[in-house]
């Protein structure tokens, strides 16, 4: 498994769209170039009130520069739920969870198999 890193920069987006969406959920897909994810896609029409189930249903077109997702969990609890667990594989590799109120430490990494990992930030 390769080391993968993300920009401070894409990080600071993401817990900002987190606090603009709140207490709703958002979704993002997540871009990676040359190892670092530094770009992300916003999911059109899944910014809503569902819960993570509505993302099972969520189609995108994926390429090889998709590294995973991102989303927030308004009720702060940084795990994945079993809906996330469905729809991780379908997106790509690394994950990452994003809890109100959406800082460093309310955000986690997950591999689409649920297992939680360290995502340098550089
Ligand atoms: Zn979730």
Same mark, same amino acid.
């Given at each position: 498994m390769p080391d993968i890193r993300i920009r401070r920069e894409l990080l600071e987006t993401l817990f900002a769209l987190g606090k603009s969406q709140h207490p709703n959920e958002f979704l993002a897909i997540l871009k990676i170039r040359n190892g670092i994810i530094e770009e992300l896609e916003l999911a059109p029409g !899944?910014? %809503?009130?569902? !819960? %993570?189930? %509505?993302?099972? !249903?969520y189609m995108m077109p994926l390429d090889t520069s998709t590294a995973g997702s991102a989303h927030s969990h308004p009720s702060g609890a940084v795990r994945p739920s079993d809906a996330d667990l469905r729809f991780f594989p379908k997106i790509g590799r690394y994950h990452i969870i994003i809890g109100a109120p959406y800082n460093d430490d309310t955000w986690r990494c997950f591999h689409a198999n649920g297992e939680p990992f360290v995502m340098e930030v550089v």
């Open positions: !899944t910014i %809503s009130g569902e !819960t %993570s189930a %509505s993302f099972d !249903t």
